[in-house]
T-cell receptor
Framework: AQSVTQLDSQVPVFEEAPVELRCNYS??????LFWYVQYPNQGLQLLLK??????LVKGINGFEAEFNKSQTSFHLRKPSVHISDTAEYFC????????????FGTGTRLQVFP | GAGVSQSPSNKVTEKGKDVELRCDPI?????LYWYRQSLGQGLEFLIY????????KSGLPSDRFSAERTGGSVSTLTIQRTQQEDSAVYLC??????????????FGSGTRLTVV
């Protein structure tokens, strides 16, 4: 079975500071990796994804993530955050042969302070 | 429609009552998904539809939960004899077709269910 762990339930950070949201996964078979963002009172939105190829992937709003197979991690980073980045961030995986089911982590609440 | 619409946005019900949650996907999207977001538990997959059929309903937690989709469009998630542990946000998502998860899903804003 697959699982996703987001160890940090909340990450407070000041505006313009860098941030890293951690995600580790477990799977015995090939998976695809995703980060979704949920702004207050809105649906989840795809931030970025790793399918294959370059392990550094770039997404919307200046976010990027690095796939590390040996450490089974897919950490999300942004060099300088804005107030508007305050949201809940979810890491997720799907089997590479079945993308109709996402397994999500428990989410990380990013709170950006002025 | 322009996005995935869910109704009601909030629902408070008494323990033991039945509830129906509705999802109206993006027009033309054949694949529809239900997830549950419980406090501290992240999002759990419940069921997905391709057209009116449900190829995977492995995430439904008990036989009190059922879902249907008619006309390849609107879906209803029904919870019978609600329990307090059913309190959660129920999210619906849709996609153009099954197997397109790598393109991302369009999620609705969810229905917040509170069982008192």
């Amino acid at each position: 079975a697959q699982s996703v762990t987001q160890l940090d339930s909340q990450v407070p950070v000041f505006e313009e500071a860098p941030v890293e949201l951690r995600c580790n996964y477990s799977s015995s078979v090939s998976v695809y990796l995703f980060w979704y963002v949920q702004y207050p009172n809105q649906g989840l939105q795809l931030l970025l994804k790793y399918l294959s190829g370059s392990t550094l992937v770039k997404g919307i709003n200046g976010f990027e993530a690095e796939f590390n197979k040996s450490q089974t991690s897919f950490h999300l980073r942004k060099p300088s955050v804005h107030i508007s980045d305050t949201a809940e961030y979810f890491c997720a995986v799907s089997l590479s042969y079945n993308t109709d089911k996402l397994i999500f982590g428990t989410g990380t609440r990013l709170q950006v302070f002025p | 429609g322009a996005g995935v619409s869910q109704s009601p946005s909030n629902k408070v019900t008494e323990k033991g009552k039945d509830v129906e949650l509705r999802c109206d996907p993006i027009s033309g999207h054949t694949a529809l998904y239900w997830y549950r977001q419980s406090l501290g538990q992240g999002l759990e997959f419940l069921i997905y539809f391709q057209g009116n059929s449900a190829p995977d309903k492995s995430g439904l937690p008990s036989d009190r939960f059922s879902a249907e989709r008619t006309g390849g469009s609107v879906s209803t998630l029904t919870i019978q004899r609600t329990q307090q542990e059913d309190s959660a946000v129920y999210l619906c998502a849709s996609n153009k077709d099954r197997g397109r998860g790598t393109y991302g899903y369009t999620f609705g804003s969810g229905t917040r269910l509170t069982v008192v």
